[in-house]
């Protein structure tokens, strides 16, 4: 069994609904829906102050982390993701080059 294949199944053990993960379905805009398990984080994000009153916006910045290999061919922008009852639009991909994808997600 090459290192890849060590690391694909430890991926899979962390992200299994069972331990740390959710289930998720993705709906890329050409395809079929599929069903991946990922981490949900909805963390906090900030940016910087703007106009000319320099207002700032704050909120949550929802990420599902999944595996690459997951995901259907020709994922992209504007894909929708259901976790639970929750519907999202995927408006960032982020590959970390070791297996794993932050999918940026934005509450429809």
Do not use: K, N
């Not at 395809?31 to 909120?59: N, R």
Request: proline share 6%.
């Amino acid at each position: 069994m090459a290192l890849r294949d060590y690391l694909d199944a430890d991926l899979a053990t962390c992200l299994d609904p069972g331990e740390f993960g959710v289930d998720a379905t993705y709906t890329p805009a050409a395809g079929q829906p599929v069903v991946l398990a990922g981490i949900l984080e909805a963390g906090y994000a900030a940016s910087e102050e703007v106009g000319p009153g320099g207002v700032s916006v704050e909120g949550l910045r929802p990420i599902l982390t999944c595996r690459e290999l997951d995901l259907p061919a020709g994922a992209g922008h504007g894909d929708q993701v259901a976790i639970g009852s929750d519907l999202y639009s995927v408006v960032g991909i982020e590959p970390d080059g070791y297996g794993l994808v932050a999918l940026v997600l934005e509450r429809t």
